[in-house]
């Protein structure tokens, strides 16, 4: 498997305009999260996902920010409209099932937004 | 509730330095305990893990124990090099019925001089 894979891996965007990142996780896995990584705030989970499921979006910051996973080889995070502080990188993270499992990281997604 | 508390960085040593990085966890039940590396541009992948008390996880030179009196999982390595200059974040997964989040630490940033 060649792991989580992300894209795009960097992304530019001015104030306002709509911006989607894509994951796909490792085949099999139950578990899809997005986190979020700043230098003021480190790691923060926004949103994970079970067999499809939303199921904790408590850390999604603002109604701007929303996602989806219709299926289980694919998820999107998006950001409408997007501000300068939404600038950060965005990781999504995999995981086998609920216990003792570890999560696997795709490269992250880092988004500027101008 | 469920955290995790490591030391503060950055940390910078001198090449074949002996490191250790602090981690202490708060948690209901009898949690996993985990380091993730995170390579600069990357994202984060797991170092090593315990899922039971007085566990030794290891990898790569790095050694951690599962001290359940201490509530710690110190990170250590008894020569560093260069390449292991990175973030190190220390997790915990709980046990419970609800624990299907890692929580993560804060991060502690490592630079390895020669």
């Known amino acids: 498997d060649a792991g989580v894979i992300q894209s795009p891996r960097h992304e530019v965007t001015e104030m306002g305009q709509e911006v989607t990142l894509r994951c796909k996780p490792i085949?099999?896995?139950?578990?899809l999260f997005w986190y979020r990584q700043t230098m003021m705030r480190g790691l923060e989970l926004l949103i994970y996902?079970?067999?499809?499921?939303?199921?904790?979006d408590s850390g999604m910051p603002e109604d701007r920010f929303s996602a989806k996973m219709p299926n289980a080889s694919f998820s999107t995070l998006k950001i409408q409209p997007s501000e300068p502080r939404d600038s950060a990188v965005y990781f999504c993270?995999?995981?086998?099932?609920?216990?003792?499992?570890?999560?696997?990281f795709g490269q992250g997604t880092r988004l500027t937004v101008v | 509730g469920n955290s995790v508390t490591q030391m503060e960085g950055p940390v910078t040593l001198s090449e074949e330095a002996f490191l250790t990085i602090n981690c202490t966890y708060t948690?209901?039940?009898?949690?996993?305990l985990f380091w993730y590396v995170q390579y600069p541009g990357e994202g984060l992948q797991l170092l090593l893990k315990?899922?039971?008390?007085?566990d030794k996880g290891s990898n790569k030179g790095f050694e951690a124990t599962y001290r359940k009196e201490t509530t710690s999982f110190h990170l250590e390595k008894g020569s560093v090099q260069v390449s292991d200059s990175a973030v190190y974040f220390c997790?915990?997964?709980?046990?419970?019925?609800?624990?299907?989040?890692?929580?993560f630490g804060t991060g502690t940033s490592l630079t390895v001089i020669p």
């Open positions: 993270a995999s995981r086998l099932d609920r216990v003792n499992t570890e999560a696997f």
């Open positions: 085949s099999g896995h139950d578990y």
């Open positions: 996902f079970n067999n499809n499921v939303p199921i904790d």
């Open positions: 948690a209901t039940g009898y949690p996993s």
């Open positions: 315990a899922t039971k008390a007085d």
């Open positions: 997790a915990l997964s709980p046990t419970s019925n609800t624990g299907t989040l890692v929580y």
